[in-house]
């Protein structure tokens, strides 16, 4: 008897995880666990824990490199309509952790409630932003969250306030955490101002970064503290460098790209690589933003 048993429905054995994250790389999950529920997620997970079974959360995949001998554990993955579920209240909105974030900024601008706008061009699940705490120079994600629900740490239903959710540049204290859904608060103002917004927002992106139809994860490494790792990495000169289908891109150095053939391993060495060479011209050591999950 294994703690799969009970879930055959929901599991399924060997699964490439490469199609479902946006470096299309890497191996097989042991298991891709999609429960429909958060009652079935909370099952899930004690069973998965009773096992001593390793486990991850897999949102849009798109800060996610899978090595390529794949990952020995359980995937869960939060699809389903129970999971992508948005409702509003005024210029409250409650967003399941598997609803797709450019869908919901969207939504939100066309609902005259502003601010969501400045993560344009970040591709996410709500889940997967909430984690990261997802952002750049125009805002993050935690500035419009007042409540995340999780399974937390020892596996049962909890709501942190944004204070003990501990909201930080890319990071938060949810790790060990499965976030099931967020509540955010927007502001009610003006769509057209938020439509220009998100447009200009866009066109900034798409001048300064590889096209979204070029694989990456985004930014590659982490900013150190008062400095930009694009920059650090762009004055060490590694912008074209390549190892085997993995290249740094010409347009912003933090963006490690791939073409046809790469494996994983190559974005590993490559990464590597850069840091090395920005140790050495800068003597700051980069930190991954990247989550390589082995
Ligand atoms: C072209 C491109 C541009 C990007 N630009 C930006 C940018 O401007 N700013 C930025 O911050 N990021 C950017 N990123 C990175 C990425 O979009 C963000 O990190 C995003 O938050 C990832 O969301 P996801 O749903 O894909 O999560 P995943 O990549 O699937 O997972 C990321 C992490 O969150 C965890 N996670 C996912 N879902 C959950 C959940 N429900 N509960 C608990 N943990 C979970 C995963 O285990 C993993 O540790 C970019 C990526 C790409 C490909």
Redesign the pocket.
Known sequence: MSWCDDFRHIIRPDVPLAP????RLGGAARWLCEPRTPAEAVALLAAIRAAGAPW?????????LVADRGFDGAV?R?VGPEFERVTFDGPCVSAA??AD?SALIRDCIERGLVGLEA?A????????????????RHG??SAFVTRVH?LNERGERETRSVEQAGFGY?RSR??G????AADLRLAEGNREEARRRHSAIWKE?AAA??P?S??????VFKNPPGQRAGKLLDEAGVKGLRVGGAQVSERHAN?IVVHEGARAQDVLDLAEMARQRVLMHAGVELEL?L?V?N
Not at 56 to 64: E, I, K, S, T, Y
Not at 121 to 136: C, D, E, F, K, L
């Open positions: 479902l994250t946006w470096y991850r959360v897999l949102g849009r995949g798109a800060n996610v869960i939060l952790a598997g974030l993560l061009g970040v591709p996410a699940t709500v889940g997967g932003a909430v984690r990261m705490n997802a952002g750049g993050e994600v999780v890319r949810l790790e955490c499965v976030v099931l992106k970064q590889p979204l070029v694989r990456s994860a985004g930014c963006f933003e989550d999950w």
